[in-house]
C-alpha cells in the first residue's frame, strides 16, 4: 500500500516555507499519510500532523520576535539591520547561554491540539539531539503522549546555541539538526513509499538516503527567504506566499522559476513573441566585422538567439530578468499580460540614463556601484527604437539589461499602448 511521507527540514523563521508548501498540497488535495521533521519541520510537523492549516497559517502570520523572545532582546523591525540581531543572539548566548524558550513554550501551546494529533491518521516523528549523552533522540507519535510532546517538539526546535539547551528528564537536549536536519530515512524507516521533502537549505547535518528506490520530490526555495534568525510576520507571510508558489509549480499547477505565472501562460507568451523576438535581435546585429560582436556571439544565449534556436526555458528566464530589473514583487501569481504591461508600464516611468556618467564608471572600471540597472534598460530600449546602433559597445557589460530591453520592445510591438 502506498504511503506519501513529508518530510520537513529544519531552518528557523524560514518554516513559514514549509507552510505555504502544506497549503498548496491541502489546494492539490494531496493526502499525507507521515510527516517527519526537525527542528522548526517538527513545529510544523505537529501543525500538520493535527490537520490544523488555519492554526499554522496564524501562527506564521503573526510571528515576531516578541512572540519568540523578551521584546527589548531585539531592534525594532523597522531597523532590521542583520547585524544587530546576530549580535543579539551573541549576547544572550555569552551572558546567559543562550535565549530563553519560555514564550516559544507559550506559543507552542497556544497551537498545539492533543485530541486533534492523536486522533489523526497522519503519523509523526521527530528528531532532537540529547547533548548531555551525545546522541539522537526519535521520537514517533507512539512515544509521545498530551503531557510530553511539546517537550520533546521544543528539545527539536531548540536551536543552540541561540537557544538554551532544553532540559528533559535532567539532561540537555538541543536542535535535531545537529543529528539530522532533514529526517527523510525516518520517513522511510517509517513506511513512506513515497516522499516530498521540503528543504529550507538551512545550516545543519543532512543524511544519505539510505533506501534509493524510494522517490523522492524535492522543493526547496527558489527566491531569498531570508535569514533563519529573523522573525517577521511580513517576511513570513512573504515566505508562505513562496512557498505555495513553489509546490504548485512542482507539481505543474502554475508556471514558471523565480517568478509564478498562472498555467500556460507562458507556453502561449514563448509562442506568441519567440519568433518577433528573434528577429529584433537578428535586425539588431545586422553589422559583421565588429570586434564587440564577437564577443557578444561567444555567449551561449546570443549563440542560440541569433542562429533561432531560442529555447522555451531561455526565453522565460529573459522575460523573468525583466522583472527582476524593474523589482517586481517576486511572490505574486501573474497573468502575462498583466505582467507584459506591467513591463512597458515601469519602462516608461523609468528616467532617462545619464550616459556620460555610466561612460565614466565604465572607464573606472566601477559597474558595481551602478545599483539601479533601470534606466539602463530604458536606454537600450530607447536606443532599438530609434536604430541607434552606438548601444552595441554596452552589451557585453550589460546583457541581461539590453535583452530584457529588446523583450519589452518585442511586446510592446506597434502598440501605442498595451
Avoid at 116 to 134: E, P
Avoid at 188 to 214: C, H, N
Avoid at 288 to 304: H, R, S
Avoid at 323 to 328: R, V
Wanted: a positive charge; hydrophobic letters at 40%.
Amino acid at each position: 500500500m502506498e504511503k506519501l511521507g513529508l518530510v520537513l527540514s529544519g531552518g528557523g523563521s524560514k518554516g513559514a516555507y514549509e507552510i505555504g508548501v502544506y497549503k498548496a498540497l491541502r489546494k492539490m488535495h494531496i493526502k499525507i499519510d507521515i510527516v517527519t521533521g526537525t527542528s522548526i519541520g517538527a513545529v510544523n510537523g505537529i501543525l500538520i500532523a493535527q490537520k490544523d492549516l488555519r492554526g499554522a497559517l496564524k501562527l506564521w502570520k503573526h510571528i515576531s520576535f516578541s512572540t519568540m523572545y523578551k521584546e527589548e532582546d531585539f531592534p525594532p523591525m523597522e531597523d532590521p539591520v542583520l547585524s544587530k540581531v546576530y549580535a543579539q543572539y551573541i549576547k544572550t548566548f555569552i551572558n546567559e547561554g543562550g535565549m530563553d524558550v519560555s514564550k516559544m513554550e507559550t506559543m507552542f501551546d497556544k497551537y498545539f491540539k492533543p485530541f486533534r494529533f492523536f486522533k489523526s491518521n497522519i503519523d509523526y516523528g521527530l528528531v532532537t539531539f540529547n547533548f548531555s549523552k551525545k546522541r539522537p533522540v526519535i521520537k514517533l507519535k507512539k512515544d509521545l503522549r498530551p503531557d510530553n510532546t511539546k517537550s520533546y517538539v521544543i528539545a527539536s526546535a531548540s536551536c543552540y546555541p541561540a537557544f538554551k539547551p532544553y532540559v528533559i528528564d535532567n539532561d540537555l537536549y538541543i536542535d535535531g539538526g545537529y543529528y539530522d536536519n532533514f529526517p527523510i530515512n525516518l520517513a522511510i524507516e517509517m513506511g513512506a513509499t513515497k516522499i516530498i521533502a521540503v528543504d529550507l537549505r538551512a545550516v545543519g547535518l543532512k543524511k544519505q538516503i539510505q533506501d534509493e528506490s524510494v522517490e523522492v520530490t524535492y522543493i526547496a526555495p527558489r527566491n531569498k527567504i531570508g535569514s533563519f534568525l529573523i522573525f517577521d510576520k511580513n517576511r513570513a507571510k512573504e515566505a508562505i506566499r513562496f512557498g505555495y508558489n513553489d509546490a504548485m509549480k512542482t507539481f505543474g499547477k502554475l508556471d514558471g522559476n523565480k517568478f509564478t505565472f498562472k498555467k500556460y501562460n507562458l507556453i502561449k507568451n514563448y509562442n506568441l513573441y519567440s519568433d518577433i523576438f528573434e528577429d529584433n535581435l537578428n535586425n539588431i546585429f545586422k553589422a559583421e566585422g565588429n570586434q564587440i560582436l564577437n564577443k557578444i556571439f561567444l555567449t551561449p544565449l546570443f549563440k542560440e538567439i541569433l542562429n533561432r534556436k531560442t529555447l522555451y526555458n531561455n526565453f522565460n528566464n529573459i522575460l523573468e530578468k525583466a522583472g527582476k530589473i524593474f523589482k517586481f514583487e517576486e511572490s505574486n501569481i501573474y497573468d502575462i499580460h498583466t505582467y507584459n504591461r506591467g513591463l512597458l508600464n515601469a519602462l516608461s516611468n523609468t528616467e532617462a540614463i545619464d550616459i556620460e556618467n555610466i561612460k565614466a564608471k565604465i572607464k573606472e572600471k566601477n559597474i558595481t556601484s551602478i545599483i539601479d540597472t533601470r534606466p539602463i534598460t530604458k536606454y537600450f530600449y530607447e536606443c532599438i527604437m530609434n536604430n541607434d546602433k552606438t548601444m552595441i559597445k554596452f552589451i557585453p557589460l550589460f546583457n541581461d539589461e539590453f535583452l530584457a530591453a529588446v523583450y519589452i520592445y518585442t511586446v510592446k510591438g506597434l502598440r501605442i499602448t498595451y
